[in-house]
């Protein structure tokens, strides 16, 4: 089994910074994907990005702005947000994704709010 425990979260004026971040129990191997997603109001969940084997894939919404790191050492994996948008307000959830003998598995945490002001 896999825990994540989220934090980081806040109210932030356009134009600020943030960092999340995300500890994780259980057996985590660099191979398996840690990221983020993300959710505003009345929309879906969106990927806004992951990192496997030190690579980085980022949604073309936070490209340049956002940025995925992760301490293997630590189970850890942050996202820090600079630049922020009003747009960029939603519920942050931080993700970990496992092959399991069952198949592929995807595990949460319990989201963090972030909201950007105008």
């Known amino acids: 089994q896999v825990q994540l425990v989220e934090s980081g979260g806040g109210l932030v004026q356009a134009g600020g910074s943030l960092r999340l971040s995300c500890a994780a129990s259980?057996?985590?191997?660099?191979?398996?994907?840690m990221g983020w997603y993300r959710q505003a109001p009345g929309k879906q969940r969106e990927l806004v990005g992951f990192?496997?084997?030190?690579?980085?894939n980022y949604a073309d919404s936070v490209k340049g702005r956002f940025t995925i790191s992760r301490d293997n050492a630590k189970n850890t994996v942050y996202l820090q947000m600079n630049s922020l948008k009003p747009e960029d307000t939603a519920v942050y959830y931080c993700n970990v994704r496992r092959v399991e003998e069952v198949g592929i598995k995807d595990y949460w945490g319990q989201g963090t709010q972030v909201t950007v002001s105008s």
């Open positions: 990192i496997t084997n030190g690579h980085t």
């Open positions: 259980g057996n985590i191997f660099s191979s398996n994907a």
